[in-house]
C-alpha cells in the first residue's frame, strides 16, 4: 500500500464531520477517529511497519517504544512487532491496585524510549507522557504520530525537547 492509499484509507475510514469537542477542548468541524483506522487489521499493519521504519530513521538509540493508553496502545504494539523493538504502556493515571504504576511493561533508567502517538493536536497527550517517561528514568527526545493535526502540538513537544516525526498531516489526509 502506498502513502498516498493510506492517507486516503484512513480518510475513508476515520473522518467524520460536524461539530466536534477534542481533547484539547477546542471544537472542530472534522474528526478523525482514529479507532476506526487502529481496529483495520491490514491499515494498522500498514501503520505498525510505517512507525517501526521512522522510529528507526529518527530515534535510531531507542531500545524500546511507548504508546499513551488507550489510543496509542494498538499502533505501539503494531510498530512493536514490525521493529522487534518491546514497547511500554503509558497510563494517564497510576492503577490503583497491584503494582500501582503508571508505566507497564519492564525498562531500565536510562533507556532511550521513542513515543508512538495516534493523532496530534495540541500535544497536551504526549506531553503528559514524556513527562512520565522522564519521571520513570526514561529518556525520550523523539514522538512519532500516524497524524498531526498541526494545531500546537509539535510546538509542546518542542518546549519538551521532543521532536514530533509525523506519518501525515492533517491537510495531506484530508486532501485525498
Do not use: Q
Request: some cysteine.
Amino acid at each position: 500500500m502506498t502513502d498516498a492509499e493510506l492517507a486516503r484509507r484512513i480518510r475513508e475510514h476515520a473522518y467524520l464531520e460536524g461539530d466536534f469537542v477534542l481533547r484539547s477542548g477546542k471544537r472542530s468541524r472534522y474528526y478523525l477517529d482514529k479507532y476506526r483506522f487502529e481496529t483495520r487489521p491490514e491499515l494498522l499493519a500498514a501503520l505498525g511497519e510505517r512507525l517501526a521504519a521512522r522510529v528507526r530513521e529518527v530515534a535510531p538509540e531507542a531500545v524500546r517504544l511507548a504508546g499513551p493508553e488507550l489510543g496509542a496502545i494498538a499502533l505501539a504494539a503494531a510498530a512493536s512487532l514490525a521493529s522487534g523493538l518491546p514497547f511500554l504502556i503509558v497510563r494517564k493515571a497510576a492503577k490503583d491496585y497491584g503494582t500501582e504504576r503508571l508505566l507497564e511493561g519492564e525498562f531500565a533508567a536510562g533507556e532511550e524510549v521513542c513515543l508512538v502517538e495516534d493523532v496530534v493536536t495540541s500535544g497536551g497527550a504526549a506531553a503528559a507522557a514524556v513527562d512520565a517517561l522522564r519521571a520513570a528514568g526514561l529518556d525520550c527526545r523523539a514522538a512519532i504520530c500516524v497524524v498531526d493535526r498541526e494545531e500546537g502540538g509539535a510546538d509542546e513537544l518542542a518546549r519538551k525537547a521532543v521532536r514530533l516525526h509525523a506519518l501525515f498531516r492533517a491537510r495531506e489526509v484530508l486532501a485525498t
